[in-house]
């Protein structure tokens, strides 16, 4: 209706109405609209909120902060509500912007010193309100930070005031804090580094020598560089909390992953234990200055499978994926944290050496006007004015005077430098010291040689630079992620059974929903089910509430992936009226839900035995012939242990080829696998049974593995692949109760070394063998039969002759309990161990000598050597 009376109005208006119509109906493409608005927002949430500028690594909401700071700046701590009032002058955001990013500066601790609730990293808590906590410039911002003489400037958004366009930033700060920003369309999530790793690698890039970055985290933990990708896009870390072992059935975390809270973390927990991922009993936070998060385990849980489950199945490990992008030449660009710390150091080197220049001219004109001032009052020009009677003849006659000394000045004589001269006042002329001013003069000449020479050695001056950075400010900012190689955690392994499974025999169901039916195993709801039929036909799938299989169902079990030690020994007829075969296979690399076959396929086959044996056990059957003329042999035994062991599409042996009335198990067998073999891999303190690291030997059930810690600890623990091990092993090999060894250490309490042989007892609780007194250490352990040590003498006996010590003749074996014998009275400086003496051993009988399993050198882990420091 409306376009109708407009449109009548042109007809009846003329050419005026048709102008007018036009104006109203300019129309403006949809498409322009969204390229012009949409473009030109997007650019500003880029440049001016989300993504830090490469030359001092911060948002534009930071450096406004911090000039703020800067301006209010007198030494005393001041509200941050005034800092958030004062800084809206330069930004042009809410009073909620600002304060956020304050508060995230402070918990930094690197530019900013807090006073009051400023918050928690480690349990998420937030600060306490702006008009209660305190803050200041740190002594490290107001030294790296600031100048105002070599920063450019630029207007504030309502032309009132002047701002930085960056600040001139002497240290790599956007490594140091990192930095997480999402725009539109764009991200930046920059990973924070350690402080003094920083300033080595400048160092060393100044130097020209290659260099290596990782980050570190103020929550500490663990962490995998593996594919960190130098930070850029694609690069992906692993990072971990840090589990410990308080007791059989406690684990205490103490460390946290970055970007996760101690209530995040325990809600994650609670949510696997919810779900029955992992059987815990209760959770206690004990957090406050540190992480102390306490499990309690359900009883018969294993610690270190409920470690790899923690780690599997909550927030204990997750994967963190850096992007590396800053704002650099007006537009977002992205390069990895090596070419960030380059670009770092060649702009501090470029800003100290405008610094210099500066301080240098500054110099020359202070050494200008000093001279001047001297010429002046020494051979009294000042006198030649006092005939003059318009300022320019007053100008003249100094400039006359001063025309004779010009050669002892370094430049020209200016109208300004007069001027200044007639400012001198007559008390200053009439106490003028020439020996106080020629003093003065040299102080400048010298400082001003010192600044040539550091211009003309710019490079050394830069390092010289960053080292007084990391003495002043270095201390208590050491690494406090620990860097390691993660071992791969099958979920499946450490998934705790969270379910049960049940079989319908007759109907041939299974699921963990027939609780009316027959009870197989318990189970997990991410575990495989293996299961056989008496046609030989064998599937595996997935746990689920209930699932056909088919009828004849002879073998349902939980179906472990690469399982080569589980041996299924089978006896089936290849069709109706075949002989009978026997075979032993394992079962692995199966498809998901697709059917194989244990026979030959043959119509009418089926299995008659069938055992499942979880170490390769060989069992011994009875096999009953069905009566048959001119049979004379209707029963006979059979050993399992007779047949290898083959794929799992072998055809077998044939068994017999006369009917079977019936099979019968006559006695169980041993394995026939023989020991298992056990690798440790010291990369990530895990043992394995891939090959991987050193090699420990073979394991049957019973054997120990003996661990010895640096701190002279000693524990024996089985050869389970979920076992967690200490940082600090010395030696980790296979237990042997027979074996001696011998150890020096020194005791703090009685301030002298002692010796001891010992044998190790069977425990899992850590013991320790030397004196626990605080002080106390481990000098030196060995498992030489007949050690020799050589004991070279200090302090007032350094001219005592070096003694060797006999261990075997000097101490007998006693328990690892035994205090052991005082080494010497004397003052020791070092301590050898040197080459053992051989002595010749009675030979065992043949068959003894036989039996006996060679020695494998045990694993060290320190060094080659097992000498620790004095």
């Known amino acids: 209706m409306e376009e109708q009376e407009l449109e009548t109005d042109r007809q009846e208006g003329g050419e005026e109405s048709s102008d007018g119509s036009e104006a109203l109906h300019s ?15 997007a650019s500003y949430v880029i440049l001016e909120r989300a993504v830090p500028h490469l030359n001092d690594g911060l948002k534009p909401v930071q450096r406004r902060i911090l000039h703020s700071m800067k301006r209010m700046d007198d030494g005393r701590f001041n509200k941050v509500a005034n800092i958030i009032g004062h800084t809206m002058q330069f930004h042009p955001h809410g009073d909620a912007s600002i304060g956020d990013a304050l508060v995230q500066l402070g918990q930094k601790e690197l530019l900013i010193d807090t006073q009051g609730n400023w918050g928690n990293l480690l349990t998420g808590d937030g600060a306490a309100a702006a008009r209660y906590i305190e803050a200041r410039l740190s002594k490290f911002a107001l030294e790296v930070v600031f100048n105002t003489k070599t920063t450019e400037w630029k207007q504030s958004y309502d032309g009132r005031n002047k701002e930085p366009v960056t600040l001139p930033v002497k240290f790599p700060l956007l490594l140091a804090m990192g930095v997480e920003g999402i725009a539109v369309g764009l991200a930046s999530k920059i990973l924070p580094h350690n402080f ?14 290659n260099f290596v970055l990782y980050p570190d985290f103020p929550t ?32 205490m975390i103490n460390e946290i992953p970055f970007g996760k809270t101690t209530g995040t973390l325990i809600d994650s927990i609670i949510r696997a234990s919810e779900k029955g991922k992992i059987k815990i009993r209760k959770i206690d936070d004990n957090t406050s200055a540190n992480v102390e998060i306490m499990i309690h385990l359900m009883p018969g849980v294993s610690p270190d499978k409920t470690i790899d489950a923690l780690y599997a199945f909550t927030d204990c490990e997750y994967s963190i994926s850096p992007n590396t992008c800053v704002i650099t030449g007006n537009k977002p660009s992205f390069m990895g944290v090596s070419d960030m710390l380059r670009h770092s150091a060649s702009n501090t080197v470029q800003l100290l050496k405008r610094e210099l220049e500066i301080r240098r001219d500054e110099l020359l004109d202070e050494w200008h006007m000093s001279s001047l001032e001297k010429i002046f009052i020494e051979e009294r020009i000042y006198r ?15 400039d006359n005077g001063l025309k004779p000394f010009r050669s002892r000045l370094l430049r020209e004589v200016t109208r300004d430098d007069i001027i200044k001269l007639t400012e001198i006042k007559i008390k200053r002329i009439s106490k003028y010291d020439s020996g106080k001013a020629d003093e003065h003069i040299q102080g400048i000449e010298t400082e001003l040689t010192e600044v040539k020479n550091h211009l003309n050695n710019l490079i050394p001056f830069s390092i010289n630079y960053f080292r007084q ?3 002043k400010y270095g201390k208590g900012r050491e690494r406090r ?4 190689n993660f071992d791969t955690i099958q979920a499946s392994k450490v998934v705790a059974n969270n379910a049960r499974l049940y079989i319908n025999y007759k109907e041939g169901f299974i699921g963990t929903n027939l609780k009316k039916d027959e009870f197989v195993c318990d189970c997990s709801d991410i575990d495989d089910i293996l299961v056989i039929r008496k046609n030989g036909a064998f599937m595996i799938t997935r746990v689920a509430e209930k699932v056909f299989v088919g009828c004849d169902i002879i073998y349902a079990g939980v179906f472990l992936k690469n399982d080569e030690r589980t041996i299924y020994n089978i006896v089936y007829q290849d069709g109706k009226d075949g002989p009978l075969l026997a075979k032993r296979c394992a079962i692995s690399g199966l498809t998901r839900d697709k059917e194989y076959n244990l026979t030959r396929g043959t119509p009418g086959s089926k299995i008659t035995y069938f055992s499942a044996n979880p170490n390769g056990e060989a069992e011994v059957i009875r096999i009953h012939h069905r009566p048959k003329a001119r049979l004379k042999k209707l029963v006979f035994e059979f050993d399992f242990g007779q047949l290898g062991i083959k794929g799992k599409s072998s055809l077998g042996n044939i068994l017999t080829k006369n009917a079977v009335q019936k099979i019968s198990l006559k006695e169980k067998g041993l394995s026939t696998l023989g020991g298992r073999k056990i690798w440790f891999d010291d990369a990530v303190s895990r043992l394995n049974v891939d090959g991987r690291g050193s090699f420990l030997g073979e394991f049957a059930a019973d054997d120990r593995i003996l661990v010895i810690t640096k701190n002279a600890y000693f524990r024996t623990t089985g050869f389970d692949l979920s076992n967690h091990f200490e940082d600090n092993i010395l030696i980790i090999e296979k237990f042997k109760p027979e074996k001696v060894f011998s150890a020096i250490y020194w005791d703090s309490e009685q301030n002298y070394h002692y010796v001891k042989r010992f044998t190790i007892e069977e425990s899992e609780k850590p013991q320790c063998f030397i004196n626990e007194h605080p002080g106390s250490r481990l000098v030196s352990i060995t498992e030489v039969e007949y050690p020799r040590f050589e004991l070279h003498f200090g302090g007032k006996h350094k001219d005592r002759e070096n003694e060797i010590i006999e261990v075997a003749e000097f101490i007998g074996v006693k328990s690892f309990k035994a205090k052991g014998k005082r080494l010497t009275s004397f003052m020791i400086e070092n301590i050898n161990e040197i080459e053992p003496v051989v002595r010749k051993e009675t030979p065992l009988p043949r068959d003894e000598e036989g039996d006996k399993e060679p020695e494998r050198p045990p694993v060290h882990i320190d060094s080659a050597q097992m000498k620790l420091e004095l």
């Open 469 to 471: 950075i990391k003495k």
């Open 220 to 251: 500490g933990g663990l962490i995998d560089v593996t594919k960190y990708n130098d930070g850029q896009r694609g690069g992906v870390i692993k990072v971990r909390a840090k589990i410990e072992k308080a007791d059989k059935k406690t684990l």
């Open 196 to 209: 003094n790793e920083l300033i080595d690698a400048t160092i060393e890039y100044l130097q020209g020598k």
């Open 384 to 398: 030649d004015i006092e005939e003059c009677e318009t300022w320019e003849a007053v100008i003249k006659a100094i």
């Open 27 to 41: 129309v403006t493409a949809l498409s322009g609209m969204y390229q012009d608005w949409f473009l030109d927002y």
């Open 481 to 484: 992620t620990e860097i390691r």
